[in-house]
């Protein structure tokens, strides 16, 4: 099924990279669980020779994510932390990356504990505030690693305006997408050069996958990813790639709620006498509001609450009934969390508090249930907290 060159958002999501099964007319691409392929004869084949390096249910995946992101390529592997990982293996020792500073917690750890050990220099900077990024770029260094909105403090980076400034110094730029999903933000489409995601989040979307994807535009850099991909083997299973395929079909109507229903739960919690402070970019006060409006379409699933201590979090959080205390994001139902305990406990605490994760932090993950059901659960959850 050839796509219109013009086609939009939503019919790219459900058709692109899909075709009608050629033996059944299936319209939903099988799950190829298969190892290897037959050959008919010596180097005579179908195109696929073994399921690491090839498998038809992954290759799906692969295509529809490139197009969703306006990439050309992309390559899907076992988590959002692997595909970082790979994104990692086109630098050597000795190389130099410019990394949002509140980014997610495995990110630093892998950044810190796992490849600095092997030669590579990370430098961490509000990337929101434009000047550091280019106070920050040395001569060695090779990417520009930018988390937007970032997690969990939801600070906007103005992505035009970051690869402009990346660009002038031979920087490539690097976004992980995750926090806000293709259909809010479109990296590549503004001037970025790698887009990453977990794909465990609003890709998926019904929390019962784990996958990580890359997403490129420079031949260069799909060479290698298509390389190391195969080289080091951390792929996405068919079944996986078949559930994120399923996913991609409806986040454009996922995200509709989820945008519309975080705006209206940001609100509450704003006007709430025991909430200390609100977080989401859709709220006027955000000091990226109006970079938001422009970049993003809707504001994203993510809010962010400050209930003043962690001995007031600690009894919050168990009162929750129909919000679940989960690690994890971007699912049809609504997950909410503790970042200092929970996603960013990996993170050092002088660090957390550098960047604004206090221990009375809460954060909300909206799903996309009726929102009146979110906001009496809100209300019943803190009605027996005293701010602190």
Not at 68 to 81: C, L, R, T, V, Y
Not at 127 to 140: C, M, N, Y
Not at 142 to 159: C, S, V, W
Not at 302 to 320: H, K, N
Request: charged residues 20%; aromatic residues 6%; glycine residues 8%.
């Amino acid at each position: 099924m050839k796509l219109n060159d013009n086609a939009r958002f939503s019919t790219i999501c459900i058709h692109a990279g899909q075709e009608p099964d050629p033996s059944t007319g299936a319209i939903i691409t099988p799950i190829y669980q298969t190892s290897t392929y037959v050959q008919e004869g010596l180097g005579q084949h179908k195109g696929y020779e073994y399921g690491r390096t090839q498998n038809p249910t992954r290759m799906a995946l692969e295509a529809n994510l490139a197009a969703i992101e306006k990439g050309a390529a992309a390559f899907a592997f076992a988590s959002g932390m692997a595909a970082i990982d790979a994104i990692l293996t086109r630098l050597e020792s000795g190389d130099h990356l410019v990394v949002s500073d509140n980014t997610y917690g495995g990110t630093f750890r892998l950044f810190e504990r796992v490849r600095r050990k092997f030669g590579l220099d990370f430098t961490y900077v509000d990337t929101s505030r434009l000047e550091t990024i280019d106070q920050a770029i040395t001569g060695k260094t090779k990417y520009l690693f930018i988390e937007t909105p970032t997690n969990p403090m939801l600070r906007i980076t103005d992505l035009a305006a970051a690869s402009e400034i990346a660009h002038a110094r031979n920087v490539r730029v690097v976004v992980d997408n995750t926090f806000a999903s293709p259909y809010v933000q479109q990296p590549l489409a503004l001037g970025c050069d790698i887009v990453t995601h977990s794909t465990t989040k609003f890709l998926n979307g019904h929390s019962d996958s784990v996958g990580g994807v890359v997403v490129l535009k420079h031949q260069d850099d799909i060479d290698w990813m298509k390389f190391v991909q195969n080289a080091a083997g951390a792929i996405l299973g068919p079944m996986d790639s078949w559930l994120v395929l399923r996913g991609t079909k409806t986040m454009p109507i996922r995200m509709e709620r989820t945008n519309s229903n975080a705006q209206a739960i940001a609100e509450h919690l704003a006007a709430h006498p025991r909430v200390q402070s609100v977080i989401y970019p859709g709220l006027a006060n955000h000091p990226h509001h109006a970079l938001a409006k422009r970049q993003m379409r809707g504001f994203g699933g993510l809010i962010s609450f400050d209930v003043g201590s962690i001995e007031a979090a600690r009894t919050v959080l168990p009162r929750f009934r129909l919000m679940s205390l989960a690690e994890s994001l971007g699912g049809v139902e609504t997950l909410i969390s503790h970042p200092a305990i929970m996603t960013h406990a990996s993170v050092p605490p002088e660090r957390r508090a550098a960047i604004g994760i206090t221990d009375g932090l809460i954060r909300i993950s909206v799903g996309i249930e009726d929102v009146d059901d979110l906001t009496e659960d809100i209300d019943q959850a803190l009605s027996d907290t005293q701010r602190k």
